[in-house]
């Protein structure tokens, strides 16, 4: 790469890589939108790495290979860290970890044990609890100086606020979203018209550093921890015997680490997650390789930059080439028009994609996608498949820029780009795409969970001018069903059942269903549950709303302004007429917690395919008898039921000695308590 090259040379391509790095350290961690994939910022660092290595002389303080982290934000108290919060040297093949192992070999005479954890993509904090009582949480910052977030790592509900012992100790770790929770949060700011998160990594850095907790706390954090930097009354020799006790604690380790004896052991540690990755409930982009024994960790010691007695091993990024052969608009409920781009298939993560998210009109622009031209595709958070960036060598010489629509590709009317949003949206009400996928969202499972009523059947029944609105649904006849295609005798008969079912649901299911901005299934389940009737919700003024724990100004102001519209009330009307239940049926948090059951006060998970009853069924049934039903297998988990097919979930239980239940267990139980 510098071979042959003279001084200046050399030192010409290390200001510019310099300039580079730092533009897009910026763009990453001080703006939250990165601009290039982790592989390519990477190849420039060992580009930079190996320039001042052959040319000592180069190399400065201010140089991206001799600083820890990024700039401070503004907003947040700064803390100096008492020890610096140093990073990771990388290694990214077998012969990296080869000849790290050797370097190990030669720095001390003692028997080496490597412990291999996994490299979670998240946020690095350190917490410092005081007598066992949680008192400072600081972010990495530039390794020296980060920012309180005290406030905001409160909110996150694996952080203990208090020990299972009153120690005085310093942990550190990363703060990280769970891969369901960044599926959701994208979907929900596609829908509202803002920018999306390009990766977990990124949205778990926007919500921590998020000036309002209330907000850090609607994006589902979660922690790992893997360091103790001030052990106080903790004696311990090994990372091994600190992690165990920091279990011990209370504080939240990852499970999926392994102590092995040589590094060809690492290796194989390392290969074995590297399709296993993908299965994982949050993301992770590497391995990171301990010398286990903490007097052998002395011996080795440190650079200014890093300990030498570890070493980050960075998987190769999950992505492939393909070529744009059209762009995709389609319409949201909300009106918001996406672009999805049509590819040639292109295997990623072990599964063929033909699509992938352009998100909105600045993405497209800023990365200035076009039709035919080659790109980079990824899976963000190993889900969303997604185009990061234009090969431009490739580019054909009569390409032209994409052109933006400027009309709906439903109804035609003239989109416009409300100021704030990077979303384009169709503001015609009548807009029949918007209409439709109103419709499919309050059939869905979620909502008012009209099994068989898809967005096939539900366009059809637009088409043909037999609904119009979601209290139509409960007009159609078994004759208008006929009529629409491969919808024959028993699917009718089926579908007239489960319309007819989802008159009985409870308050909260219609709420949701309804659609209102900004509104979703917890919130509406927190408002029904409160006010119990649809008219005690339509006379509610937003402060009555805001009142209740949890809901914001936004939600308060959103249902006010939806139950103030005229033709809302005629909906409702339209749907007491339908005899459509609208009131709340559920028990109340009050009346819960008074209940002697099984259940009360457990977290269980449901896992598998269930026969007896629907997910959905089971978890309400749970949760009216007390239970909390979540989606992920921890250590404060207390049962998880397994269905057929039950995968990782039920893995894990096992290993975490997790009660497991079959579903007859299940249906007995809660029959046993709701018969009492």
């Known amino acids: 790469m510098s071979k042959g090259q003279t001084f200046e040379e050399a030192k010409e391509k290390v200001d510019e890589l310099r300039d580079t790095l730092d533009k897009y350290s910026y763009q990453y961690y001080v703006q939250d939108k990165p601009v290039i994939s982790d592989a390519d910022y990477d190849k420039l660092y060992r580009e930079l790495v190996k320039l001042e290595e052959e040319f000592p002389d180069l190399i400065s303080n201010d140089s991206p290979t001799q600083r820890v982290g990024g700039t401070i934000l503004p907003g947040f108290e700064k803390v100096v860290h008492d020890i610096p919060m140093l990073s990771l040297s990388n290694a990214f093949s077998e012969t990296d970890l080869i000849q790290f192992d050797k370097r190990i070999q030669k720095l001390t005479d003692k028997k080496i044990q490597y412990i291999c954890e996994l490299k979670i993509d998240g946020l690095a904090i350190s917490l410092k609890y005081k007598d066992g009582k949680l008192v400072l949480a600081a972010t990495r910052g530039n390794g020296t100086i980060g920012e309180n977030v005290t406030q905001n790592m409160r909110t996150v509900k694996s952080v203990p606020l208090r020990l299972k012992k009153p120690y005085t100790i310093e942990v550190r770790g990363e703060c990280y979203m769970p891969k369901a929770s960044f599926v959701a949060l994208n979907e929900k700011r596609e829908e509202n018209g803002e920018a999306v998160f390009a990766n977990t990594r990124n949205a778990a850095a926007g919500g921590l550093r998020n000036l309002d907790a209330k907000e850090t706390a609607k994006r589902n954090l979660n922690t790992f921890f893997y360091t103790v930097a001030d052990f106080g009354e903790m004696t311990a020799d090994s990372q091994e015997t600190a992690l165990k006790q920091l279990d011990q604690l209370g504080i939240r380790t990852n499970p999926e680490r392994k102590v092995c004896e040589t590094i ?185 969970n009209i099994d068989g009523m898809g967005p096939k059947v539900i366009t059809q029944l637009f088409e043909k001018g037999f609904v119009h609105d979601v209290a139509d649904l409960y007009k159609v006849t078994y004759d208008e069903l006929l009529m629409l295609d491969k919808v024959k005798d028993k699917a009718a008969t089926n579908l007239l059942t489960a319309i007819d079912a989802s008159r009985h649901n409870s308050l909260e299911r219609l709420l949701f269903g309804l659609g209102i901005r900004h509104v979703g299934a917890k919130a509406a389940k927190q408002i029904a549950e409160h006010f119990e009737t649809i008219e005690n919700i339509q006379a509610a003024k937003q402060e009555d709303i805001i009142a209740i724990e949890g809901i914001g100004d936004i939600i308060a102001e959103s249902f006010v302004t939806y139950f103030s519209l005229p033709e809302v009330d005629e909906l409702i009307n339209e749907l007491r007429l339908c005899q459509v239940n609208l009131v709340y049926l559920g028990k109340k948090k009050a009346e819960v917690a008074q209940i002697d059951s099984y259940f009360n006060g457990k977290t269980v998970v449901l896992t598998g395919k269930l026969t007896h009853f629907t997910r959905e069924e089971a978890k309400n049934r749970i949760e009216n008898l007390g239970g909390k039903v979540t989606g992920s297998v921890s250590k404060k988990t207390d049962l998880i039921v397994a269905g057929e097919e039950a995968g990782s979930k039920l893995d894990r239980a096992q290993k975490l000695e997790v009660t497991v239940w079959d579903e007859d267990q299940l249906l007995k139980a809660l029959e046993g308590e709701e018969n009492e």
């Open 264 to 448: 060809e052991e690492v290796w194989e540690y390392i290969q074995s997650f590297q399709d296993k990755r993908t299965q994982l409930p949050y993301e992770i982009d590497g391995i990171v390789i301990k010398v286990n024994e903490f007097d052998a960790q002395e011996d080795i010691g440190y650079t200014v930059k890093a300990p030498r007695w570890a070493i980050a091993y960075k998987f190769k990024a999950e992505e492939g080439t393909t070529t744009i052969r059209e762009i995709e608009w389609t319409v949201g409920r909300t009106g918001v028009v996406t672009p999805t781009a049509i590819m040639d298939p292109v295997l990623l993560a072990g599964t063929t994609v033909r699509r992938a998210s352009l998100h909105n009109v600045d993405l497209i622009k800023e990365r200035d996608i076009r039709l035919l031209d080659t790109v980079v595709v990824h899976k963000a958070g190993d889900i969303i498949p997604e185009v990061t960036r234009v090969i431009l060598e490739d580019r054909l010489p009569d390409s032209e820029s994409y052109r933006i629509p400027t009309h709906c590709p439903t109804c035609k009317s003239e989109l416009v780009h409300l100021e704030e949003e990077v979303a384009l949206r169709c503001i015609n009400p009548k807009c029949p795409a918007q209409i439709t996928e109103g419709l499919a969202h309050f059939a869905s499972r979620n909502a008012m």
